[in-house]
């Protein structure tokens, strides 16, 4: 194997311009993500400390990672993309060696990506079953609509983090939120 690809779109479109697509070159250590315009490439080294991103999708260069194990190759990218792009996104695979062999495209999966008109919601609370007079709880919930923010309750603040703890005061029902991330 040399070079695998990812092509996240509705449709396998050529040109491949304003879309999502990702490859990554074995020899060199790269991965690449086409700008909007389909006419450069984007390179990274996965694990540095950067971002590549066009106007559909980005992908967190730093979170990124590859394992090669015997014949496999797995490609962790982590993306994420713009609420401009949003829709039920095939997922294409394309592998290909040295020889010039190859997969040819491949649908392997579909991602749908919420579109603006998302609604926040409630994920989950740890620890989420016990008992006992005190417990600070974890709690965790996320808006796909914009930057997070809860704009009903003032006293929650506001910011990017989605994780606010709420304690429970000697026994009383009293409960107090804090912010558990920085601002």
Known sequence: MQQ???YFNATLARPAANTCLVDYNLATNQV???NDAASAW??????????LQNSQCSLNVAATSVVLSGNNLTLNLAMTFATAYAGVQNVYLYAGDV???NSGWQQLGAWTVPSGAGV???????????????????????DYSRVFKIE???????????????????GEN?????????K
């Open 4 to 6: 695998v690809w990812v």
């Open 32 to 34: 690449i993500l086409l």
């Open 42 to 51: 984007m390179p990274a080294t996965p694990g540095a400390a950067q971002t």
């Open 99 to 101: 020889s010039g062999s």
């Open 120 to 142: 926040p919601a409630a994920n989950s609370v740890t620890p989420s079953t016990g008992s006992g007079a005190s417990q600070t709880f974890t709690l965790q919930y996320s």
């Open 152 to 170: 009903d309750n003032p006293g929650l603040g506001s910011g990017t983090a989605g994780q606010f703890t709420i304690t429970k005061f000697n």
């Open 174 to 182: 009293d409960f107090c939120p804090y912010r558990s991330a920085s």
